[in-house]
């Protein structure tokens, strides 16, 4: 199995911009498509964005669409997460996973989990 850290959270104000990353280890990262989900208080866990085994193929939530952009380096094993425009609303745990199958959005399909990154946009 693939163990993975997500790193880069913090506060921020809106209109702001973080990039998080997600550092994969264990099982060849390339064999997976990997996805980041967020998690509010209250909310149940929403898909943001998610990128193929090649990094070819990336696509998002509607909500971060046009904002947010996924990238992958399977040579460093990391996927990354840049957030431009952060909004208030885009406060949440931000979560890594990793899935065998490609383009999905459902949290179900996902096997395997990193622990989260706390991103707090400011008004």
């Known amino acids: 199995q693939v163990q993975l850290v997500e790193s880069g959270g913090g506060l921020v104000q809106a209109g702001g911009s973080l990039r998080l990353s997600c550092a994969a280890s264990?099982?060849?990262?390339?064999?997976?498509?990997i996805g980041w989900f967020r998690q509010a208080p209250g909310k149940e866990r929403e898909f943001v964005s998610g990128?193929?085994?090649?990094?070819?193929?990336?696509y998002y939530g509607d909500s971060v669409q046009g904002r947010f952009t996924i990238s992958r380096d399977n040579y460093k094993n990391s996927v990354y997460l840049q957030m431009n425009s952060l909004k208030p609303e885009d406060t949440a745990v931000y979560y890594c996973?990793?899935?065998?199958?490609?383009?999905?959005?459902?949290?179900?399909?996902?096997?395997?989990w990193g622990r989260g990154t706390q991103v707090t946009v400011s008004s």
């Open positions: 996973a990793a899935s065998y199958w490609e383009g999905e959005m459902e949290v179900s399909k996902y096997d395997f």
């Open positions: 990128i193929s085994q090649t990094g070819h193929l990336p």
């Open positions: 264990g099982r060849p990262f390339s064999m997976y498509n």
